[in-house]
């Protein structure tokens, strides 16, 4: 059940932050091919009403292999959401780095490793104590 | 939710406010925010390409800067390469900042620099001391930095340096430590798994660990192993067995914690489930403990209603359809289906589509309670749940729906006509449908008829449209009329791409043999297409042109319908004589079956020894033209196979090879189809038939080789058991793996070998130790059998080229997973060596998919296609079919212990994880050696001239069992055996085991002569070649297949 691509899309289908795993071979997806894919992406899961992760005005998309559990992978947006929310008090913007350091938390080689909110926000929250 | 897209846009109202909170410098706010304001891509583009030209003169200046400025030049560099462009001018600056003592400085410069590099990159050397010492710092955060850099971004080079800290860490008294090793480790893994010593017991331990999210972590390592191998981990089935039903049951982790919406640890228990479902497949045994756990699971989930609990429930319904099934459980999951597909909810309803189509193949009368649903879904709104429920129509097909299903396929794929990629997705299914249906329902052709009228209809739809139209042969000739016009205008199209061009080709050209009106039209839009700017599809026009304008291929008759499924096959081609005498006589050539060219270029080489190896222009005269006889290799060169005689008619086959006797001086072809045939010498046959047979090049009786036109169950057993012969126990016996089988039959052998030793002795073409499960001639046979049934192979005989065959090896690298079976065979032939390929298809029902074929061989050798392109043939196989797929196999240079692996990949039914097969098929020297004849005198003089000699002494055991041979059947020598062993002739008189001489050469003409002389405790053989390789490597073989004796 890999995870192959993290998105995060506003309603212009503007790419706001976008993480890239593996492929099955290995590979990377090039950075060159990674725009227009984007926006390919974003303009069809725009044009969904339904069956969005969406907050506010931004949208979460996930990309796995077909076949997938696709409840379950939606349900864990839901969980990256969520976690985000828990740590975050102020702007992402200007924090995008963690955004970053806790997916990173989450999933690691194409799988999700935790999802517990406390686990994923103990190293973040280590080194802001440390600052 | 307090989480908005506030947090990620940018107002100037609290640009002051902002900066002074989390101290940010002015310049990043700027930038941020004007990407924040960028209305369009290219807009945001220009700020990008701005700031990266402003980074890249700021770089060098910024030695000396405030830390936070060099932070924010890091989170910069990340915004740029997230929004496309490249940051990789920022990579040593990233490395510098990984050594910052600031913790959250260090992560992110490690983050820019995973995201900058890949894995094969050779800065990653320079990051190495970095890692090093966070690995080693006391700081847990530090180390954390250093393990979560590893699990992203590490080769091969450096994990040497890194491994010993990073296991150190392994027993970190942090869990979170502990997890990030067991993540490093799965990249290391990834990488190569053979990095560390037992790297599996590692993540065993990790799986027991007490804290659970290192348990959870170690998860993802396990679901790629089984990928990898889905039987390498039967025995941990308990360990995952008793972890899911403690995270089921909340016991295993701390509550509150670990939970999601209520349900404990969702995805803990999805990998679980996933893993059981690897492990349980095909598998009654492991998968009988499971089934509690698992009704467990989806009872406890059921009591939750929500989405999570939900996605437990589907993965819970999806592996109990893909573990040994039980009713019991199929009753609950049937159940939990219905739930879904009853439910408003679309995404349920969706999920709902997905898993019936497992539970379908399982229980095909399940789908009676559905019909109401589908039928709804089908008139649903939503585009994605109409194509959930249209695939899931393609996999219930009966004779009674066909009709039905074609037609909403056809109906839906023209309403999907905007999304390319959903019609890529079905084409292969309709095709599909539609070669399996004898009969095109009539509605469905006026259906893709008017489709082809219609404005925008896809590209891929026309294409199908053209196909099924031209194939299904218009019976008034004003309707083919018109069809050729549609047809001739659509290829003046615009959008006509290369497959729709080869579909109107192909089409013109058949239906101009149906409509001799448009016939100067289709030629006419011929002559225009061949100026086509394509090469392809000029190529194709022209082709088209010659073929239209040769009377030689117009035969109506030949061209009936192909879907009523009659495909008459005049296997003597009687009407190419004329067009071959005429050829023949123009230019007084006759044609020379392949079997006889090599023998005539023998003799030309013999006839002048020291100039073997140069190939000279023939100066003699041609012989006289002879009436050409129907036996051109060609489109039905197919039934030729079936040419080469069995058992009963063994006499004359061993025969054939001495018509050509006349015409060589002295060296020829001593092969029959069983291997060398010594006795042809004596056989009072040989002066009689060679006449008889000349005019009659190997087509054997029209009895025989007449393709069967009804395909039946019986027949379907028939190839199982042809393929496998005694090996079709498997069928039986689901539980009994190939490896258990092949010792079985080997076993076999060795008891009748008690019993009679002598008898079995005697068989010189069963001596080849190697390959035990078939006698040449059994193998032969079977395999003629299987290409009399035609209809049983997917790609029709026209592109299978058949040469003809010398001998044929018995089945090697057999392979089964009980789904899907392998083997190979190998064809000798005069002038090389065919490796066929059969991979058939066991299962009653299911269609393997995403076939693909990988072959590794060793070096040296060389696998070249004979067969057209193999995979684009058969993407998919349909159950209890079987493909034959033909490789010329040539040895570039020679060596032992040759391998050829192949490893095949399908999916079961287009659904679930890719399963493979490998199977190893050995490639010997002898392979590539046929045996010539020649006088003792030519030899001794040829052996002179060789000058490379290598020995090997034949140990004495091996004499005993010949002596015993020896005495009871005089033909039986040492000799004999030997030379059948490997492909070489006796030279000289009568046999005897005292000493001897054998010939044989390489496909290249060069020579191979060997000389053995019986000693007192052994019997002493002598090689002698031109090519030292040559002479190691066979020397070698003869040695593994002594010691296998």
């Known amino acids: 059940?890999?995870?192959?691509?993290?998105?995060?899309?506003?309603?212009?289908?503007?790419?706001?932050?976008?993480?890239?795993?593996?492929?099955?071979?290995?590979?990377?997806?090039?950075?060159?091919?990674?725009?227009?894919?984007?926006?390919?992406?974003?303009?069809?899961?725009?044009?969904?009403?339904?069956?969005?992760?969406?907050?506010?005005?931004?949208?979460?998309?996930?990309?796995?292999?077909?076949?997938?559990?696709?409840?379950?992978?939606?349900?864990?947006?839901?969980?990256c959401v969520e976690t985000l929310d828990h740590y975050f008090q102020s702007v992402v913007m200007y924090n995008i780095e963690k955004v970053h350091i806790l997916l990173d938390e989450m999933i690691v080689n194409n799988y999700i490793v935790e999802h517990s909110k406390m686990k994923i926000v103990e190293p973040v929250q280590a080194m802001d104590k440390a600052r | 939710m307090k989480f908005t897209t506030e947090h990620f846009t940018w107002h100037p109202a609290n640009a002051m406010v902002v900066r002074e909170a989390i101290g940010v410098s002015r310049s990043f706010v700027d930038f941020i925010s004007k990407i924040g304001d960028a209305r369009s891509k290219q807009e945001e583009d220009q700020v990008v390409s701005q700031e990266v030209e402003n980074m890249r003169t700021e770089m060098n200046h910024l030695e000396g800067q405030s830390a936070v400025n060099q932070k924010e030049f890091l989170v910069k560099l990340i915004?740029?390469?997230?929004?496309?462009?490249?940051?990789?001018?920022?990579?040593?600056?990233?490395?510098?900042?990984?050594?910052?003592?600031?913790?959250?400085t260090k992560r992110t410069g490690y983050l820019l620099f995973s995201m900058i590099t890949r894995d094969d990159d050779e800065m990653l050397l320079l990051i190495v001391s970095s890692v090093l010492r966070d690995l080693k710092s006391r700081d847990y955060i530090s180390n954390w930095?250093?393990?979560?850099?590893?699990?992203?971004?590490?080769?091969?080079?450096?994990?040497?340096?890194?491994?010993?800290?990073?296991?150190?860490?392994?027993?970190?008294?942090?869990?979170?430590?502990?997890?990030?090793?067991?993540?490093?480790?799965?990249?290391?893994?990834?990488?190569?798994?053979?990095?560390?010593?037992?790297?599996?017991?590692?993540?065993?331990?990790?799986?027991?660990?007490?804290?659970?999210?290192?348990?959870?972590?170690?998860?993802?390592?396990?679901?790629?192993?089984?990928?990898?191998?889905?039987?390498?981990?039967?025995?941990?089935?308990?360990?995952?067995?008793?972890?899911?039903?403690?995270?089921?049951?909340?016991?295993?982790?701390?509550?509150?914690?670990?939970?999601?919406?209520?349900?404990?640890?969702?995805?803990?228990?999805?990998y679980l489930l996933n893993i059981l479902s690897i492990v349980g497949r095909d598998d009654p045994n492991t998968s009988s403990h499971m089934y509690r756990v698992i009704s467990e699971i989806i009872h406890s989930a059921s009591q939750i209603k929500n989405n999570v609990a939900y996605a437990i429930i589907f993965e819970c319904v999806r592996t109990i359809c893909i573990i040994h099934p039980n009713d019991g459980l199929l009753d609950v999951a049937a159940k939990a289906v219905y739930g879904f597909l009853s439910s408003k909810s679309r995404n349920l309803?969706?999920?709902?589509?997905?898993?019936?189509?497992?539970?379908?193949?399982?229980?095909?009368?399940?789908?009676?309670?559905?019909?109401?649903?589908?039928?709804?879904?089908?008139?649903?709104?939503?585009?994605?749940?109409?194509?959930?429920?249209?695939?899931?129509?393609?996999?219930?097909?009966?004779?009674?729906?066909?009709?039905?299903?074609?037609?909403?396929?056809?109906?839906?794929?023209?309403?999907?006509?905007l999304d390319g990629s959903m019609i890529a997705e079905l084409m292969p299914k309709v095709s599909h449908l539609i070669v399996k249906a004898s009969m095109v329902p009539a509605q469905v052709i006026q259906m893709l008829w008017d489709a082809i009228e219609e404005e925008g209809t896809h590209p891929d739809i026309i294409t199908l449209s053209i196909w099924v139209n031209s194939e299904s042969q218009p019976n008034e000739v004003v309707r083919t009329m018109d069809l050729i016009d549609r047809i001739c205008q659509l290829s003046h199209r615009e959008t006509m791409d290369e497959s729709m061009g080869r579909q109107i080709v192909?089409?013109?050209?058949?239906?101009?043999?149906?409509?001799?009106?448009?016939?100067?039209?289709?030629?006419?839009?011929?002559?225009?297409?061949?100026?086509?700017?394509?090469?392809?599809?000029?190529?194709?026009?022209?082709?088209?042109?010659?073929?239209?304008?040769?009377?030689?291929?117009?035969?109506?008759?030949?061209?009936?319908?192909?879907?009523?499924?009659?495909?008459?096959?005049?296997?003597?081609?009687?009407?190419?004589?004329?067009?071959?005498?005429?050829?023949?006589?123009?230019?007084?050539?006759?044609?020379?079956?392949?079997?006889?060219?090599?023998?005539?270029?023998?003799?030309?080489?013999?006839?002048?020894?020291?100039?073997?190896?140069?190939?000279?222009?023939?100066?003699?005269?041609?012989?006289?033209?002879?009436?050409?006889?129907?036996?051109?290799?060609?489109?039905?060169?197919?039934?030729?196979?079936?040419?080469?005689?069995?058992?009963?008619?063994?006499?004359?086959?061993?025969?054939?090879?001495?018509?050509?006797?006349?015409?060589?001086?002295?060296?020829?072809?001593?092969?029959?189809?069983?291997?060398?045939?010594?006795?042809?010498?004596?056989?009072?046959?040989?002066?009689?038939?060679?006449?008889?047979?000349?005019?009659?090049?190997?087509?054997?009786?029209?009895?025989?080789?007449?393709?069967?036109?009804?395909?039946?169950?019986?027949?379907?057993?028939?190839?199982?058991?042809?393929?496998?012969?005694?090996?079709?126990q498997i069928h039986r016996y689901p539980e009994t793996k190939k490896e258990v089988h092949s010792n079985r039959s080997r076993e076999k052998k060795e008891e009748k070998k008690d019993n009679d030793a002598n008898l079995l002795d005697l068989e010189p073409t069963d001596n080849r130790p190697m390959e035990p499960t078939l006698s040449p001639t059994d193998a032969h046979s079977h395999w003629t059998k299987l290409m009399d049934d035609k209809k049983r192979f997917e790609s029709i005989g026209d592109l299978v080229v058949v040469p003809s065959i010398e001998r044929v090896s018995g089945l090697l690298g057999t392979s089964t997973d009980l789904t899907l079976t392998v083997a190979t065979t190998k064809m000798y032939q005069n002038d090389g060596v065919i490796l066929v390929l059969f991979v058939l298809n066991l299962s009653d029902k299911d269609i393997l998919s995403d076939v693909q074929l990988s072959w590794d061989v060793s070096n040296h050798l060389k696998l070249q296609t004979e067969s057209a392109e193999p995979t684009a043939q058969w993407r998919e196989l349909p159950p209890n079919r079987c493909v034959p797929i033909f490789h010329r196999l040539s040895m570039e240079k020679f060596s032992s212990h040759a391998n050829i692996r192949l490893n095949i990949s399908y999916r079961l039914n287009g659904t679930g994880q890719p399963r493979n097969l490998t199977s190893n098929t050995p490639?010997?020297?002898?392979?590539?050696?046929?045996?010539?004849?020649?006088?003792?005198?030519?030899?001794?003089?040829?052996?002179?001239?060789?000058?490379?000699?290598?020995?090997?002494?034949?140990?004495?055991?091996?004499?005993?069992?010949?002596?015993?041979?020896?005495?009871?059947?005089?033909?039986?020598?040492?000799?004999?055996?030997?030379?059948?062993?490997?492909?070489?002739?006796s030279v000289g008189g009568a046999p005897t085991v005292e000493n001897g001489s054998m010939a044989g050469k390489t496909l290249d003409a060069s020579l191979c002569l060997c000389r053995f002389v019986r000693e007192e405790r052994s019997l002493e053989m002598t090689l002698r070649t031109r090519d030292a390789a040559l002479g190691q490597s066979f020397i070698n073989d003869m040695m593994r297949l002594i010691q296998k004796k």
């Open chain 1, 1 to 79: 059940m890999p995870i192959r691509f993290f998105l995060i899309v506003n309603k212009q289908g503007q790419t706001k932050l976008s993480k890239y795993y593996p492929l099955k071979d290995g590979s990377i997806v090039a950075l060159e091919k990674r725009i227009p894919m984007e926006g390919e992406i974003s303009r069809r899961c725009l044009r969904r009403k339904d069956n969005q992760v969406r907050y506010a005005s931004l949208f979460f998309i996930l990309g796995c292999d077909p076949g997938e559990n696709e409840l379950g992978m939606m349900e864990f947006v839901h969980c």
């Open chain 2, 79 to 104: 915004y740029c390469e997230m929004l496309g462009h490249s940051a990789s001018f920022g990579c040593i600056h990233a490395i510098k900042m990984t050594q910052q003592p600031d913790l959250l």
């Open chain 2, 145 to 270: 930095c250093g393990l979560t850099f590893l699990s992203q971004t590490v080769n091969r080079d450096i994990i040497p340096a890194v491994i010993k800290d990073v296991l150190a860490l392994s027993k970190h008294e942090r869990s979170i430590i502990r997890k990030k090793v067991v993540s490093v480790l799965h990249k290391f893994w990834r990488c190569d798994p053979k990095c560390v010593e037992d790297i599996e017991s590692i993540f065993r331990l990790s799986l027991c660990d007490k804290d659970p999210s290192v348990m959870a972590a170690s998860l993802p390592v396990f679901l790629d192993i089984l990928q990898r191998d889905p039987k390498s981990q039967k025995e941990l089935a308990p360990t995952f067995v008793s972890i899911l039903k403690q995270v089921g049951a909340d016991r295993a982790l701390p509550p509150v914690t670990f939970n999601h919406h209520n349900v404990p640890s969702p995805w803990v228990q999805l």
């Open chain 2, 349 to 417: 309803v969706y999920m709902g589509l997905s898993s019936l189509h497992s539970i379908i193949s399982l229980r095909p009368e399940a789908v009676n309670e559905y019909q109401d649903v589908i039928v709804r879904c089908l008139e649903d709104s939503d585009p994605i749940i109409k194509h959930r429920t249209v695939d899931l129509l393609c996999s219930m097909v009966n004779p009674v729906n066909l009709q039905f299903i074609l037609d909403t396929l056809i109906q839906h794929m023209k309403e999907m006509s």
């Open chain 2, 506 to 728: 192909n089409a013109l050209i058949k239906l101009s043999l149906h409509c001799e009106e448009s016939r100067e039209k289709i030629l006419q839009r011929m002559h225009e297409m061949s100026a086509s700017r394509s090469h392809v599809m000029s190529q194709m026009a022209t082709e088209a042109v010659w073929v239209l304008n040769t009377d030689v291929v117009v035969d109506r008759q030949r061209f009936t319908n192909n879907f009523d499924g009659k495909f008459e096959m005049d296997v003597h081609m009687k009407f190419l004589e004329h067009f071959v005498e005429k050829c023949a006589t123009e230019t007084g050539l006759s044609y020379v079956p392949p079997e006889r060219r090599a023998a005539l270029r023998t003799s030309q080489e013999m006839s002048n020894p020291s100039a073997m190896p140069i190939k000279r222009l023939r100066f003699e005269e041609y012989d006289t033209p002879k009436t050409m006889s129907p036996s051109i290799v060609g489109r039905h060169s197919l039934h030729r196979s079936q040419s080469i005689p069995n058992e009963e008619n063994q006499n004359d086959a061993m025969i054939k090879p001495e018509r050509a006797e006349e015409n060589l001086i002295q060296g020829k072809s001593v092969w029959g189809p069983d291997g060398y045939t010594p006795q042809s010498e004596e056989s009072p046959k040989s002066d009689v038939l060679p006449a008889l047979l000349s005019g009659i090049p190997n087509l054997s009786s029209p009895a025989k080789t007449k393709p069967s036109t009804s395909f039946d169950e019986k027949k379907k057993n028939d190839t199982k058991h042809a393929l496998f012969g005694i090996s079709s």
């Open chain 2, 923 to 985: 490639a010997f020297t002898h392979d590539f050696i046929r045996p010539i004849k020649m006088t003792q005198e030519t030899f001794e003089g040829l052996w002179n001239q060789l000058n490379i000699e290598k020995k090997l002494s034949v140990p004495d055991s091996y004499q005993k069992m010949e002596d015993i041979a020896c005495e009871n059947v005089k033909t039986s020598s040492i000799r004999l055996k030997l030379s059948a062993l490997l492909h070489l002739s």
